[in-house]
């Protein structure tokens, strides 16, 4: 993708679904760990013509390797750590550190990403080392390479349509966790009044 932001919708949609088997921030933020090979390609080897291909972090063995030591080091760091309960306790969201959430995470957001920019960008060698081209690409494309653009349009369209609907259940996400406190605040008052009346003495 141009821009990594642009992962952070189908990302953080899918993220929000799966919110019981998989850590958010990680699912996230490992976004921008895999587009760092991006920028180390145009500091490291600035007259290539390819940009996906530095360290090979876009393919689905290094990728997924690559999010699960971060995932990892975001669990061994307790500063990272925090900044990670920080960002959810902002978020209004429910969220406690687990070690194999956390590397699901890592792994699946590295190749929803890999997959994701599989499609956009031909240079993705997604199934190296076995295949040095990029076959996804090769077959959505046409044989002369004719869908490129309308390809490329439609991914990003998907990216956007994907954050809108990121927001969309988030915010009904949180009315919810509201409703719910709400029931159960007025559970526990029923509860607490009805102890109080069998406490009372019986008259008579
Ligand atoms: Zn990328």
């Given at each position: 993708m141009p821009y990594t932001p642009y992962h952070f919708g189908p990302n953080g949609l899918v993220a929000l679904m799966l919110r019981r088997w998989i850590d958010v921030p990680v699912f996230l933020l490992?976004?921008?760990?895999?587009?760092?090979?991006?920028?180390?390609?145009?500091?490291?080897?600035?007259?290539?013509?390819?940009v996906h291909q530095f360290l090979h972090m876009h393919t689905l063995l290094v990728g997924g390797c690559v999010g699960a030591l971060f995932a990892a080091a975001i669990y061994y760091v307790p500063l990272l750590r925090r900044l990670c309960e920080k960002g959810m306790a902002w978020l209004d969201l429910p969220?406690?550190?687990?070690?194999?959430?956390?590397?699901?995470?890592?792994?699946?957001?590295a190749w929803?990403?890999?997959?994701?920019?599989?499609?956009?960008?031909?240079?993705?060698?997604?199934?190296?080392?076995?295949?040095?081209?990029?076959?996804?690409?090769?077959?959505?494309?046409?044989?002369?390479?004719?869908?490129s653009l309308i390809?490329?349009?439609?991914?990003?369209?998907?990216c956007l349509w994907a954050w809108l609907l990121l927001f969309v259940q988030y915010a009904l996400m949180l009315n919810a966790f509201r409703l719910k406190?709400?029931?159960?605040?007025?559970?526990?008052?029923?509860?607490l009044l009805s102890a109080m009346r069998l406490r009372q003495p019986q008259l008579n």
């Open positions: 490992v976004n921008a760990a895999i587009d760092a090979s991006v920028l180390g390609d145009r500091i490291f080897a600035p007259g290539d013509e390819t969220y406690r550190v687990s070690l194999s959430k956390m590397l699901l995470a890592g792994v699946l957001g929803i990403h890999v997959g994701i920019d599989s499609i956009h960008h031909a240079d993705v060698q997604i199934l190296w080392p076995l295949l040095g081209d990029n076959p996804v690409n090769d077959a959505l494309n046409g044989m002369f390479n004719e869908r390809l490329r349009g439609y991914v990003v369209r998907w406190a709400r029931f159960t605040a007025v559970w526990r008052f029923r509860r």
